[in-house]
């Protein structure tokens, strides 16, 4: 991860000497993110996940984004500090993986991120439509399942064209198929566009429309206030 750290050692230039205390800084904040936000992160999303799925019933939509959210997170926790532990991530020689497991931290890391990024941009359109129609119930609560479905089967599908590019970079030698697909920048910007930038996109607009609301009455508003009976 550190580019910095594969320059030649024997280099005694100033950036070279920049580029060591960059990644000495690195790896202690990665360790800093072991000791602690790792730990705290994990009993988070554990706690959160438990106390929900116990109380199924009771659930709201919004409680199943964070589940979801949770659930990813716990991914992220598992995935994370293996990438830290290795040697290309920090000055620590932890253990080492091949190929194959690499990708797997990879598809695990973009699927999780993406249903993250996912999460949030449902939940904030859902909640800008409940503000804005108070007495209409989302259509969403009666479809935890196939929201769920789509949360993660997007994430996947988003991910897929990145990954395909990355798997066919490493075995491009054996498929003469996979010698034509090794734009890995063009397959990262597809993947950064429709995963996380319109997302964040809807977010905010999301965000202002609440916003918009917070400052004006809804139309139901007016009328529930009008036709209600005063006693």
């Keep these: 991860m ?15 000497q920049l580029c060591q205390d960059l990644g000495l800084i690195l790896s202690v904040v990665s360790l800093i ?3 602690v936000c790792f730990p705290l992160g994990l009993c988070y999303n554990v706690l959160l996940v438990v106390v929900n799925l116990s109380n199924k019933v009771s659930m709201t939509m919004p409680d199943v984004y964070f589940v979801n959210m949770a659930i990813a997170g716990l991914v992220l926790n598992l995935v994370v500090p293996m990438e830290l532990l290795d040697a290309t991530f920090t000055r620590w020689n932890a253990w080492e993986y091949n190929d194959e497991v690499h990708i797997t931290l ?7 991120s993406l249903v993250i990024m996912y999460s949030t941009t449902l939940l904030s359109l859902d909640y800008y439509i409940e503000r804005a129609l108070p007495r209409t119930y989302m259509s969403s609560v009666y479809n935890t399942k196939h929201v769920c479905g789509f949360i993660w089967g997007g994430a996947v599908l988003t991910s897929f064209s990145s ?4 798997v066919c970079n490493h075995i491009s030698t054996k498929m003469v198929e996979c010698s034509k697909m090794q734009n890995k920048e063009a397959a990262d910007a597809i993947m950064m566009f429709i995963g996380y930038a319109v997302p964040a996109v809807a977010v905010l607009y999301a ?11 809804t139309p139901l508003d007016q009328d529930s206030a009008r036709l209600g009976p005063s006693i």
């Design 33 to 35: 993110y072991l000791l």
């Design 2 to 16: 550190w580019i910095c750290l594969i320059h030649n050692e024997t280099d005694a230039s100033v950036d070279f």
């Design 163 to 166: 990954l395909l590019f990355y």
């Design 207 to 217: 965000f202002v429309l609440i916003l918009r609301i917070r400052k004006e009455s």
């Design 106 to 112: 990879l598809i695990l890391f973009n699927i999780s």
